[in-house]
């Protein structure tokens, strides 16, 4: 059985590997990576929801202007405040500055980024276990 450094040294290892082999490859074929980013995508579907909804949950209350240290200045969430008047406590603003100043959107973010990541990591972990650690037809992406 292999120890845990093992999985990752072989982990480190190849995706250095496959980023250079990718890399050259699409340099000199450059129509495909569209393509092949796709299949890659709709193969790895639940990984890609993951750290899209992460960098959403992130993104969203940001662009429209809930950030850390209070609404932004000219954005969407200050002109509702100025909007309401005077903020009651509960309210749906009040709830969602609330979570913007404590850190939970980037909390909540970070953990669907990271369950992404570890789920495509988890998946290559396995295939080092399983024996798959080199050889065979080169794959893409």
Known sequence: MASFF???RWLLKNA????????AYYMENPDEAPRDMWNWIKE???TCALILAGILVIVVPLAIGFGPAGPILGSVAAGWQSGIGAVAAGSAFATMQSLA???VFTGIGAGLISGGA????SEGA????AGGSSGGERRRC
């Open 6 to 8: 093992e999985v990752v």
């Open 16 to 23: 250095g590997k496959s980023a250079k082999e990718n890399l």
């Open 44 to 46: 790895n579907k639940l």
């Open 101 to 103: 100043m404590t850190g």
């Open 118 to 121: 570890l789920k495509f990591l």
């Open 126 to 129: 396995f295939k080092f276990l």
